[in-house]
């Protein structure tokens, strides 16, 4: 989540296996190298209510959203907070796939804590903790990415660093490095920055398709922005196919739940499983005061053809259209032939919808050979592919399965 902490400034403390509990970190400071075992979940000091905040708009004082947090209302990061409201007044749509609990094989198992140990050597050195507009004690936020490419390409999530001018990533060695944006995409939470250098560390993309409920993952990131060095939680992928609200009103679809613990800053850092690969971007959590652990991240299947669109200054793919669910659009009174799908309430002229012959009304049921159940699944479905490709876009029409044709655009930036 991305962290807005409102603080006292202190020098960087020496590594230690358990962040001190006490938020005395200074968030622009070096950050020191992590030991190499799993550090135990803290248990954050409550501030007091009265605690100033830091810069409005999106940014939040941490001691101010931590208290929140605990009172039920609002925590630190931008699409953390809308899911914690909405869970509040039990209005979150949340869909489970028909192969969410389907166990197929035995699950991933890390055999040994020990293990975490040999994980640990390989990612840390990839995880930088993300610091925008001279870090939290200047208003600024905290929040965390990993490396992809030895040329210094990091992922994190669009609301880290959405609205930020000067974005600093420190790595566990202490290095600080400005990074400039590359692209960011708010529909799917994702941004891709970049930073000058050479042979930097690297982390390993998984397979998310292969993922199942009850494998083992760990969750690395700059959580709470504690001193003294990054932080590690270990769980299990506890549920698939979440869909949950974002501040915009949009919706997250397709994400991963895990019960590793979760934490403002963590926002943006890798989820890797049992052989130290990144399944997932971890993104949300549920409101802490009426759930337990449930962590949501975005599988990284899903995120590549995007990232790769951001890297290289693009946008994800684009059809064109805005969309209800289908139980939405029967409860306005309209007429709807099919129980699953993607009411579609406008067009946009020119689009490429419009162009292969969609229209208002329209229910999209299927692209391709992949099933479309809801106005978020669309959109969600769309993303995995590039700009250019053609694709069937089949449509339930007055009680009528229609298919057509579509070439997909490079979507608007905003």
Known sequence: ????????????????????????????????????????????????????????????????????????????????????????????????????????????????????????????????????????????????????????????????????????????????????????????????????????????????NEVQVGDDVVAIGNALALSGGLSVTRGIISGLHREVPTNTGAMLEDLLQTDAAINPGNSGGPLVNSQGRVIAINTAIANPTTAQNVGFAI???????????????????????????VDVAKAAGRSVGVDQGAYLTRVVSGSPADVAGLRVGDVVVRIDDKSVDSSAQLGSVVRLYRPGDTVSVVVDRNGTEVSLRATLSEGPTS
């Open 1 to 208: 989540m991305r962290d807005d902490v409102t603080t006292d400034a202190t020098p960087a403390e020496p590594p230690v296996a358990v962040p001190d509990p006490v938020i005395e970190a200074e968030p622009g400071a070096p950050i020191a190298p992590i030991e190499a075992e799993p550090v135990e979940p803290v248990e954050p000091a409550v501030p007091a209510s009265g605690s100033p905040p830091g810069r409005t708009g999106l940014r939040t004082g941490l001691r101010t959203a931590l208290l929140a947090g605990l009172i039920g209302g609002l925590v630190g990061a931008v699409v953390a907070s809308a899911l914690f409201v909405t869970l509040d007044d039990d209005s979150a749509t949340t869909t489970a796939g028909s192969s969410s609990t389907s166990i197929v094989r035995p699950s991933d198992r890390i055999a040994r804590t020990g293990d975490i140990a040999s994980i640990l050597r390989t990612a840390v050195p990839a995880v930088v903790a993300i610091v925008d507009d001279g870090g939290p004690e200047s208003g600024g936020a905290a929040g965390t990415g990993f490396v992809i490419s030895p040329d210094g390409v990091i992922v994190s999530n669009n609301h880290v660093v959405e609205g930020a001018t000067n974005i600093q990533a420190v790595f566990s060695d202490g290095t600080s490095r400005p990074a400039k944006v590359l692209g960011r995409n708010a529909a799917s939470d994702l941004a891709v920055l970049k930073v000058d250098g050479t042979d930097l560390p690297t982390l390993a993309l998984g397979d998310s």
């Open 299 to 325: 599988p990284i299947s899903n995120a590549q053809a995007i990232i790769d669109q951001l890297r290289n200054g693009r946008q994800p793919a684009f059809l064109g259209v805005e969309s209800e669910n």
